[in-house]
């Protein structure tokens, strides 16, 4: 448990140290106009180019990804519960479903399927 303690505390401090170097290295200019506006040839835009979009759209967009992604975790899974002996596989693929399902459900409760709104 100490040595988990000083590892944990050691990468703490590793990253602190990265993370004030790479502030102190950083020579971006956030307050120039020109580094903000988009450039077409040297011309000023003929369209807007800050047009709005629907934010309900983009975090449904970012659910279904998550649940993609969890549900790839799941496919090598398939082959290693078919070639155990053991009863684990089934289980822990069992859990990660209910887990999946309760989050899902969590989403729908909480509207952020809905987004014809």
């Not at 950083?26 to 180019?49: L, M």
């Not at 549900?71 to 002996?85: C, F, G, Q, V």
């Amino acid at each position: 448990m100490l040595t988990f303690m000083i590892y944990a505390f050691f990468l703490l401090i590793l990253n602190l140290i990265l993370l004030f170097l790479g502030l102190t290295i950083n020579k971006r200019s956030y307050k120039d106009r020109e580094k903000n506006s988009p450039f077409e040839c040297g011309f000023d835009p003929s369209v807007h180019t800050r047009a709005p979009f629907s934010m309900r759209f983009f975090l449904l967009a970012v659910i279904f990804l998550i649940f993609d992604v969890e549900i790839i975790l799941l496919m090598p899974l398939t082959l290693h519960i078919m070639n155990s002996n053991t009863h684990w596989p089934m289980t822990s693929c069992v859990s990660f479903l209910v887990i999946l399902l309760l989050g899902l459900l969590h989403e729908w409760n909480q509207g952020s399927l809905n987004w014809l709104k």
